[in-house]
């Protein structure tokens, strides 16, 4: 007996260590393979082979535990289609458009030239020679890399780079009520009002069909020519996922009920602040006799886009503060730059976060870049651009951490008071102190949990053990609608039931009265006549 516990345990260990991971990101921002990164590295620390294909190289001086795939042909393709992506301008020829909406239309619109160009991609090409025991990929405008799922035939893991979404809560069976579980691409919060129910209710019920029409079925064409495979389907394929890796965290957003298969793993990139390496930076930190801002819009717009109007704004509002302020600006140096402004085309964002000099930090509203803030425990002065950012920032807001400003309504004495009010205001620190306890107060760090659930579906061939029977159901029987229809039918035919007795009762009632009175009236007759 001893000797086949012994034979399983060894066989665990030898599944999960030294398993092939790959994980695809065929598209998005850096900053999304940003998030999967940390989980790269210390799989890959634990002596599991991990690629990761993608359309952006690491950084050449990084170390690395992980092979990197970066596919610069898809990249190229991406880049022609949608052009220098640059915020302002868009905004400027946007015509009074929502830069999400057109944003939106045209990635929906080239979505299957941009998987083509990936799956196509030379370097790409290596992802396929050998098998992987476990994919890692995420939650949406990503299905593309379920055709390596189709392939292999293996356990695959989504990883959402926000929250969890529709789509996703409903492949794993995840409860999800819309009372009071705010949709995520909605700006409501837990404590919604009748008619914000009400369309959080049909976004809730309609999101998962839409994105099956827009993604879903228009990538299967590009999946089936490039597999040679007519048969594929995504949205069958996608149905074995084995496990949700959430990047949310309950302290900065609403509690909800979650399944075993479902783990928030927000933050999993923050980490404790390194000595700043960049030696005049350090130094320009540490002499500062006041508080420092950190001003970045994140790695994918950049400063240098700014309309010039708007960054001379930026000067002078930073002139007039009485504190440093470090600036990512990827441009060629600005002119007039004051003397109390540090600029830099890159810095270690955390590390500078985490020094104690710096008081607040002015923000795109960047999911990661607000985690870090929080984890760091910096107040934030949101200047939101687009995607997610909105929603991210007024999230913010509503928590206290910080202030927003509108790029339309920015002026100099705006920016200077909304920045002078985040950092003289002492509540706004408390406020991010006490999430930041509640983000850092776990019983195991947001990266050690996604590596031991990913072992955990490497150990157990896709962990289907984890799966709820709520995702076999049909809709009806999700919600008990068939049991309402029972239980109404029961009451119906109870209160007919009733009511029926009741109308027998008074008619026998009435008949009864009837003779009673008859009988009465006779008498009365009869002793009349008598006398």
Same mark, same amino acid.
């Given at each position: 007996?001893?000797?086949?516990? #012994?034979?399983?345990?060894?066989?665990?260990?030898?599944?999960?260590?030294?398993?092939?991971?790959?994980? =695809?990101?065929?598209?998005?921002?850096?900053?999304? %393979?940003?998030?999967?990164?940390?989980?790269?590295?210390?799989l890959?620390? /634990?002596?599991?082979?991990?690629?990761?294909?993608?359309?952006?190289?690491?950084?050449?001086?990084?170390?690395?535990?992980?092979?990197?795939?970066?596919?610069?042909?898809?990249?190229?393709?991406?880049?022609?289609?949608?052009?220098?992506?640059?915020?302002?301008?868009?905004?400027?020829?946007?015509?009074?458009?929502?830069?999400?909406?057109?944003?939106?239309?045209?990635?929906?619109?080239?979505?299957?030239?941009?998987?083509?160009?990936?799956?196509?991609?030379?370097?790409?090409?290596?992802? #396929?020679?050998?098998?992987?025991?476990?994919?890692?990929?995420?939650?949406?405008?990503?299905?593309?890399?379920l055709?390596?799922?189709?392939?292999?035939k293996?356990?695959?893991?989504?990883?959402?780079?926000?929250?969890?979404?529709?789509?996703?809560?409903?492949?794993?069976?995840?409860?999800?009520?819309?009372?009071? =579980?705010?949709?995520?691409?909605?700006?409501?919060?837990?404590?919604?009002?009748?008619?914000?129910?009400?369309?959080?209710?049909?976004? /809730?019920?309609?999101?998962?069909?839409?994105?099956?029409?827009?993604?879903?079925? %228009?990538?299967?064409?590009?999946?089936?020519?490039?597999?040679?495979?007519?048969?594929?389907?995504?949205?069958?394929?996608?149905?074995? =996922?084995s496990?949700?890796?959430?990047?949310s965290?309950?302290?900065?957003?609403?509690? *909800?009920?979650?399944?075993?298969?479902?783990?928030?793993?927000?933050a999993?990139?923050?980490?404790?602040? *390194?000595?700043?390496?960049?030696?005049?930076?350090?130094?320009?930190?540490?002499?500062?006799?006041?508080?420092?801002?950190?001003?970045?819009?994140?790695?994918?717009?950049?400063?240098?886009?700014?309309?010039?109007?708007?960054?001379?704004?930026?000067?002078?509002?930073?002139?007039?503060?009485?504190?440093?302020?470090? #600036?990512?600006?990827?441009g060629?140096?600005?002119?007039?730059?004051?003397?109390?402004?540090?600029?830099?085309?890159?810095l270690?964002q955390?590390?500078?976060?985490?020094?104690?000099?710096?008081?607040?930090?002015?923000?795109?509203?960047?999911?990661?870049?607000?985690?870090?803030?929080?984890?760091?425990?910096?107040?934030?002065?949101?200047?939101?651009?687009?995607?997610?950012?909105?929603?991210?920032?007024?999230?913010?807001?509503?928590?206290?951490?910080?202030?927003?400003?509108?790029?339309?309504?920015?002026?100099?004495?705006?920016?200077?008071?909304?920045?002078?009010?985040?950092?003289?205001?002492?509540?706004?620190?408390?406020?991010?102190?006490?999430?930041?306890?509640?983000?850092?107060?776990?019983?195991?760090?947001?990266?050690?949990?996604?590596v031991?659930?990913?072992?955990?579906?490497?150990?157990?061939?896709?962990?289907?053990?984890?799966?709820?029977?709520?995702?076999?159901?049909?809709?009806?029987?999700?919600?008990?609608?068939?049991?309402?229809?029972?239980?109404?039918?029961?009451?119906?035919?109870?209160?007919?039931l009733?009511?029926?007795?009741?109308?027998?009762?008074?008619?026998?009632?009435?008949?009864?009265?009837?003779?009673?009175?008859?009988?009465?009236?006779? %008498?009365?007759?009869?002793? =009349? %006549?008598?006398?």
């Amino acid at each position: 007996m001893k000797l086949l516990v #012994w034979l399983a345990l060894f066989g665990a260990v030898c599944v999960c260590e030294g398993s092939r991971v790959l994980m =695809v990101l065929p598209l998005g921002s850096a900053s999304h %393979k940003n998030i999967m990164t940390p989980l790269a590295e210390a799989l890959g620390r /634990r002596g599991h082979q991990v690629t990761v294909a993608s359309l952006h190289a690491a950084p050449e001086n990084a170390s690395r535990s992980y092979t990197d795939l970066a596919a610069t042909d898809a990249w190229t393709t991406v880049r022609k289609v949608t052009g220098d992506f640059n915020v302002f301008k868009m905004r400027q020829e946007g015509g009074g458009e929502d830069i999400n909406s057109r944003v939106m239309k045209k990635v929906l619109r080239h979505l299957p030239e941009y998987c083509d160009a990936f799956l196509r991609d030379p370097a790409v090409q290596n992802a #396929w020679n050998q098998k992987p025991d476990l994919i890692l990929l995420p939650a949406f405008m990503n299905e593309c890399g379920l055709a390596l799922v189709h392939k292999f035939k293996v356990p695959f893991i989504y990883v959402t780079t926000s929250g969890l979404t529709p789509w996703t809560a409903d492949l794993v069976g995840n409860p999800e009520n819309p009372a009071y =579980v705010p949709n995520q691409y909605l700006s409501y919060g837990a404590h919604m009002t009748l008619w914000e129910r009400t369309v959080n209710t049909l976004v /809730r019920l309609i999101s998962p069909t839409l994105r099956t029409r827009l993604v879903l079925n %228009k990538l299967d064409g590009v999946v089936q020519r490039f597999l040679g495979d007519p048969m594929v389907s995504l949205a069958e394929v996608e149905k074995n =996922v084995s496990l949700v890796l959430v990047n949310s965290h309950y302290s900065l957003g609403h509690p *909800r009920p979650l399944s075993p298969n479902v783990v928030e793993v927000g933050a999993m990139h923050c980490r404790p602040a *390194r000595p700043v390496a960049d030696k005049q930076l350090s130094h320009f930190l540490d002499s500062s006799p006041t508080p420092v801002i950190l001003f970045s819009l994140g790695s994918t717009i950049r400063s240098e886009q700014l309309p010039l109007s708007l960054r001379q704004t930026l000067v002078s509002a930073f002139r007039r503060l009485p504190y440093r302020v470090v #600036w990512k600006w990827e441009g060629s140096a600005i002119e007039n730059l004051p003397s109390n402004v540090l600029t830099r085309p890159w810095l270690s964002q955390q590390d500078v976060l985490g020094h104690p000099k710096v008081a607040a930090f002015m923000t795109h509203g960047g999911l990661l870049s607000l985690q870090e803030a929080v984890y760091h425990g910096v107040p934030v002065v949101g200047l939101p651009l687009m995607s997610d950012q909105h929603l991210n920032v007024r999230q913010a807001v509503t928590l206290g951490l910080g202030r927003q400003l509108l790029l339309e309504d920015i002026t100099e004495d705006v920016l200077y008071e909304t920045i002078m009010g985040v950092v003289e205001d002492p509540s706004f620190r408390q406020e991010v102190h006490q999430r930041s306890e509640l983000l850092r107060d776990q019983e195991t760090t947001p990266l050690n949990r996604a590596v031991y659930w990913s072992e955990h579906v490497l150990r157990h061939g896709g962990a289907t053990h984890l799966k709820s029977a709520a995702v076999d159901l049909p809709i009806y029987q999700y919600l008990l609608l068939d049991v309402t229809c029972v239980l109404a039918s029961v009451a119906i035919v109870a209160a007919l039931l009733v009511w029926w007795i009741l109308r027998a009762a008074l008619r026998a009632l009435l008949k009864a009265l009837k003779r009673t009175t008859k009988s009465l009236l006779q %008498k009365v007759s009869v002793h =009349v %006549k008598v006398e």
